[in-house]
C-alpha cells in the first residue's frame, strides 16, 4: 500500500504553507513516524543541495530536517529558478533541464507531470506519510489546465487537503470561502479542514468567525494558529526580503546588496541572529553610509546584475567604501574583472566587466555544478575548522596572477577534492568564493566579525532548534485530537 498524502494549499502564495508542512513534518517524526515533504514544483532562487549533488528548493530542504531526514530530489522534482525577464532555469530531478521563457514553459509542462508522479510514488513506497506542499492558490482558474502542484497532486493522491489562510493580511473569510466555492467537486471532498494561520492576539476572539466558516464551508476548521514571532527558517523566496520590516541599524552594520534574482539570501541569516549584528538589504548606494562591510549576494542572472550595479551608481560607490567586501558565488563572480557568457547560459549571455575590486575572470559553462563541498579557509582570521557549504553554479572562475584564493576545497559530495576556490585582495579587506552557507560556520563567521570590529557583548544564549519551537506552537493550536486523526495512517 503506498502511504498516505496529506496537503496543505493555501489561499495565496506567503500565506505560510512552507512553514505549516515544516511543522507537521516535526510532528509527524515526532510520533515515531516515517514521515517526507513533497513540492511538486517550486519556484525559488534559494536552493539547496542534496547528498548526491541535485538542486531542490531550500524550503523543502528545511521541511526534511523538521522530518529528520536527508533530502532527495524526490522531495521537489521540479524546481523552477528565474533569471528575470520571464525566463527561468527549470531543475528537474535536482539538474538543469531547459531555460525557457514563460510561454514556452507553459507548453512544455504537460511533460513534466510524470516526472512528479515518478517522484510522488517513490516517496509513497518508502515512508509512512507523505506532507505535500501546493503552491499559490488552487484556483488560479486560468492557470489550472496546466497544474502540476495543487489539486492535481492531491486527486492524484487522494491526499487528505488542508486549506489554510492568512488572516493577517485581511480578508479571511472571502480567501477560505471563495476559495472552497472555487474548487471543483472532486476536489472539494479532500479538504478535511480549514487552517487559519497567523492570528495575532488571543483565538479566544475569533469564535464566532470559527463558526461563521465551519457553516458556511461546511467543513471544520482544524486550529486558528497564531502568529510566530522571530521564527528565523530561512526565507522561501525574494518575496521575504520585500515584507522585512528595515532593521533597526544598531551594532556593527552589513549591508547585502539585493542584486536582481538575488539567490541563498538566507546565506547571511547566521550573520543577523548573532547579537550586535544588524543585516540591511539595500537597493541604492547611498544605503551603505554606516556599513562596516557589505556583501554582493548570489544571483541566478550575473550579468543582469553586473548591469543593474552599474545604472544604480554602485560602482564609483564600491570603489569608494572604505570597509570589508565580500562576494558570495554569483556576488564573487561579480568583484572580478571580467565576466563572459558566450554560449548564453543565462539570459541572453555576452560579456562585461567585473566591479574590477578582485583579480579574477569568470566564463559561464553549459554544466552546472552542484556539490555539497567541504573546505578550509586560506585567511587567518578565518580560523583553522574545515567550512561546510554547497555550490550552485554554471560560471567558473579563475584567478589572474598571484591573487591569492580564499579557500582550499578539500571534498565535494563523497570525492576528495584539492582546489583553490575564491581571492582575496592582499590586504584581505576584498574576498569572494563560490561556497554558499559560509556564514553558517562559527569560527568563520565570529573570525570576519571579529576583523570588522564586532565584540559580542555576551555569548549568544543556546537556542532552541526554531523547528521545535514552531512545531509546538502548531500542536497547541491544532490540538491532539486534530493531530490524531490527521497522523492516521491506516484507514
Ligand atoms: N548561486 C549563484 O549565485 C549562481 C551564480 C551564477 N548565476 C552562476 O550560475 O554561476
Same mark, same amino acid.
Given at each position: 500500500m503506498p502511504a498516505?498524502v496529506?496537503?496543505?494549499v493555501?489561499t495565496?502564495?506567503?500565506v505560510?504553507?512552507s512553514?505549516?508542512?515544516?511543522?507537521l513534518c516535526?510532528?509527524a517524526?515526532?510520533?515515531?513516524l516515517?514521515v517526507?515533504?513533497?513540492?511538486?514544483q517550486?519556484?525559488?532562487?534559494?536552493a539547496a543541495?542534496t547528498?548526491?549533488?541535485?538542486?531542490i528548493a531550500?524550503s523543502?530542504?528545511?521541511?526534511a530536517a523538521?522530518?529528520g531526514i536527508?533530502?532527495t530530489v524526490a522531495m521537489n522534482?521540479?524546481?523552477?529558478k528565474?533569471e528575470?525577464?520571464?525566463?527561468?532555469?527549470?531543475?528537474?530531478e535536482g539538474k538543469?533541464?531547459? &531555460?525557457?521563457a514563460?510561454?514556452d514553459f507553459?507548453?512544455r509542462k504537460?511533460?513534466?507531470?510524470?516526472?512528479i508522479?515518478?517522484?510522488?510514488d517513490?516517496l509513497?513506497?518508502?515512508y509512512d506519510?507523505?506532507?505535500?506542499?501546493g503552491?499559490?492558490s488552487?484556483v488560479?482558474l486560468?492557470?489550472?489546465?496546466?497544474?502540476l502542484v495543487?489539486?492535481?497532486?492531491?486527486?492524484?493522491a487522494q491526499a487528505?487537503t488542508?486549506?489554510?489562510?492568512?488572516i493577517?493580511r485581511?480578508g479571511?473569510?472571502a480567501?477560505?470561502l471563495?476559495?472552497?466555492?472555487?474548487?471543483?467537486?472532486?476536489e472539494r471532498r479532500l479538504i478535511?479542514?480549514?487552517i487559519?494561520?497567523r492570528f495575532r492576539g488571543?483565538?479566544?476572539?475569533?469564535?464566532?468567525?470559527?463558526?461563521i466558516?465551519e457553516?458556511r464551508g461546511?467543513v471544520?476548521v482544524?486550529?486558528?494558529?497564531?502568529?510566530?514571532?522571530d521564527l528565523d527558517?530561512p526565507?522561501e523566496d525574494?518575496v521575504a526580503?520585500?515584507?522585512?520590516?528595515p532593521?533597526p541599524?544598531?551594532?556593527?552594520?552589513?549591508?547585502?546588496?539585493?542584486?536582481?534574482?538575488i539567490?541563498?539570501?538566507d546565506?547571511?541569516?547566521?550573520?543577523a541572529r548573532?547579537?550586535g549584528?544588524?543585516?540591511r538589504?539595500?537597493?541604492?548606494?547611498s544605503?551603505l553610509?554606516?556599513?562596516?562591510?557589505v556583501?554582493?549576494?548570489?544571483?541566478?542572472?550575473t550579468l543582469?546584475?553586473?548591469r543593474?550595479?552599474?545604472e544604480?551608481g554602485?560602482?564609483?560607490? %564600491?570603489r569608494?567604501f572604505?570597509?570589508?567586501?565580500?562576494g558570495i558565488?554569483?556576488?564573487?563572480?561579480?568583484?572580478?574583472?571580467r565576466?563572459?557568457?558566450?554560449l548564453?547560459v543565462e539570459?541572453?549571455g555576452?560579456?562585461?566587466?567585473?566591479?574590477?575590486l578582485l583579480?579574477?575572470e &569568470?566564463v559561464?559553462a553549459?554544466?552546472?555544478q552542484? &556539490?555539497?563541498?567541504v573546505a578550509?579557509a586560506?585567511?587567518?582570521?578565518?580560523?583553522?575548522?574545515e567550512l561546510?557549504g554547497?555550490?550552485i553554479h554554471?560560471g567558473r572562475?579563475?584567478r589572474?596572477?598571484?591573487?591569492?584564493? %580564499?579557500?582550499?576545497?578539500?571534498?565535494r559530495?563523497?570525492?576528495?577534492a584539492?582546489?583553490?576556490d575564491g581571492c582575496?585582495?592582499?590586504d584581505?579587506?576584498v574576498?569572494g568564493?563560490y561556497?554558499?552557507?559560509l556564514?553558517?560556520?562559527?569560527?568563520?563567521?565570529r573570525?570576519?566579525?571579529r576583523?570588522?570590529g564586532?565584540q559580542?557583548?555576551f555569548?549568544p544564549?543556546?537556542?532552541?532548534?526554531?523547528?521545535?519551537?514552531?512545531?509546538?506552537?502548531?500542536?497547541?493550536?491544532l490540538g491532539?485530537?486534530?493531530?490524531?486523526?490527521?497522523?492516521?495512517?491506516?484507514?
Amino acid at each position: 500500500m503506498p502511504a498516505p498524502v496529506l496537503m496543505v494549499v493555501g489561499t495565496a502564495s506567503s500565506v505560510g504553507k512552507s512553514t505549516l508542512v515544516a511543522a507537521l513534518c516535526r510532528l509527524a517524526a515526532r510520533r515515531g513516524l516515517r514521515v517526507a515533504p513533497f513540492k511538486a514544483q517550486n519556484m525559488s532562487n534559494n536552493a539547496a543541495v542534496t547528498a548526491d549533488g541535485g538542486e531542490i528548493a531550500r524550503s523543502t530542504a528545511v521541511q526534511a530536517a523538521a522530518a529528520g531526514i536527508a533530502p532527495t530530489v524526490a522531495m521537489n522534482p521540479i524546481l523552477i529558478k528565474p533569471e528575470g525577464q520571464r525566463r527561468s532555469q527549470i531543475v528537474v530531478e535536482g539538474k538543469p533541464w531547459q &531555460t525557457l521563457a514563460a510561454a514556452d514553459f507553459w507548453q512544455r509542462k504537460a511533460l513534466l507531470w510524470p516526472v512528479i508522479t515518478r517522484n510522488l510514488d517513490a516517496l509513497r513506497a518508502e515512508y509512512d506519510l507523505v506532507i505535500a506542499e501546493g503552491a499559490g492558490s488552487p484556483v488560479e482558474l486560468n492557470l489550472k489546465a496546466g497544474d502540476l502542484v495543487n489539486m492535481r497532486v492531491a486527486v492524484y493522491a487522494q491526499a487528505r487537503t488542508l486549506l489554510v489562510g492568512d488572516i493577517d493580511r485581511g480578508g479571511i473569510f472571502a480567501q477560505l470561502l471563495g476559495t472552497l466555492m472555487l474548487l471543483e467537486p472532486a476536489e472539494r471532498r479532500l479538504i478535511e479542514g480549514l487552517i487559519v494561520n497567523r492570528f495575532r492576539g488571543d483565538p479566544a476572539l475569533f469564535v464566532d468567525g470559527v463558526r461563521i466558516l465551519e457553516e458556511r464551508g461546511g467543513v471544520p476548521v482544524l486550529g486558528v494558529v497564531p502568529w510566530i514571532e522571530d521564527l528565523d527558517l530561512p526565507a522561501e523566496d525574494a518575496v521575504a526580503l520585500d515584507q522585512a520590516r528595515p532593521a533597526p541599524a544598531h551594532g556593527l552594520v552589513i549591508a547585502v546588496i539585493r542584486l536582481p534574482a538575488i539567490a541563498n539570501f538566507d546565506d547571511f541569516d547566521p550573520l543577523a541572529r548573532e547579537p550586535g549584528v544588524t543585516v540591511r538589504y539595500i537597493d541604492y548606494p547611498s544605503q551603505l553610509a554606516g556599513a562596516a562591510a557589505v556583501i554582493l549576494p548570489g544571483t541566478k542572472h550575473t550579468l543582469a546584475a553586473r548591469r543593474w550595479l552599474r545604472e544604480r551608481g554602485f560602482d564609483a560607490a %564600491l570603489r569608494q567604501f572604505t570597509g570589508a567586501i565580500a562576494g558570495i558565488c554569483g556576488g564573487y563572480q561579480l568583484l572580478g574583472e571580467r565576466i563572459s557568457d558566450p554560449l548564453a547560459v543565462e539570459g541572453a549571455g555576452g560579456e562585461d566587466d567585473g566591479l574590477g575590486l578582485l583579480p579574477v575572470e &569568470t566564463v559561464f559553462a553549459p554544466d552546472k555544478q552542484t &556539490t555539497q563541498t567541504v573546505a578550509k579557509a586560506q585567511a587567518a582570521w578565518a580560523g583553522a575548522a574545515e567550512l561546510h557549504g554547497y555550490e550552485i553554479h554554471m560560471g567558473r572562475s579563475r584567478r589572474l596572477g598571484e591573487a591569492q584564493p %580564499l579557500l582550499r576545497i578539500v571534498r565535494r559530495g563523497a570525492t576528495p577534492a584539492a582546489d583553490d576556490d575564491g581571492c582575496q585582495s592582499v590586504d584581505g579587506r576584498v574576498w569572494g568564493c563560490y561556497l554558499h552557507g559560509l556564514f553558517a560556520n562559527d569560527e568563520f563567521r565570529r573570525g570576519w566579525l571579529r576583523q570588522l570590529g564586532w565584540q559580542p557583548a555576551f555569548d549568544p544564549l543556546p537556542q532552541t532548534d526554531p523547528l521545535d519551537r514552531l512545531a509546538d506552537q502548531v500542536a497547541a493550536a491544532l490540538g491532539s485530537p486534530v493531530l490524531d486523526r490527521l497522523f492516521t495512517i491506516s484507514p
